[in-house]
Nanobody, 112 residues
Framework: QVQLVESGGGLVQPGGSLRLSCAASGFTFSRYSMNWYRQAPGKERELVAAIASAAGITNYADSVKGRFTISRDNVKNMVYLQMNSLKPEDTAVYYC?????WGQGTQVTVSS
């Protein structure tokens, strides 16, 4: 059974940082590209960051380039999203995703 379990969300002030984690199980993790999506209230879900299976290639939404970093550990079956210089517009539920599988999401709120 495939599971993607996110953690690390919370409330942070503008300019702060958070690190999201996603624990994957039930599939051969190292063979799949991994993605982080987010969905803000009233908005469509958007791709935030992606990392290829070999961990060499990453892609980011323009809105987070230079502030967010995606990484993975193919031994621990984990994917991470380091988020720095957070802005109120980063507030959303963040989802870990691979192939057709989705995690349950973790809430990130950026507010003073």
């Amino acid at each position: 059974q495939v599971q993607l379990v996110e953690s690390g969300g919370g409330l942070v002030q503008p300019g702060g940082s958070l690190r999201l984690s996603c624990a994957a199980s039930g599939f051969t993790f190292s063979r799949y590209s991994m993605n982080w999506y987010r969905q803000a209230p009233g908005k469509e879900r958007e791709l935030v960051a992606a990392i290829a299976s070999a961990a060499g290639i990453t892609n980011y939404a323009d809105s987070v380039k230079g502030r967010f970093t995606i990484s993975r550990d193919n031994v621990k079956n984990m994917v991470y999203l380091q988020m720095n210089s957070l802005k109120p517009e980063d507030t959303a539920v963040y989802y870990c995703q691979a192939y057709r599988w989705w995690g349950q999401g973790t809430q990130v709120t950026v507010s003073s």
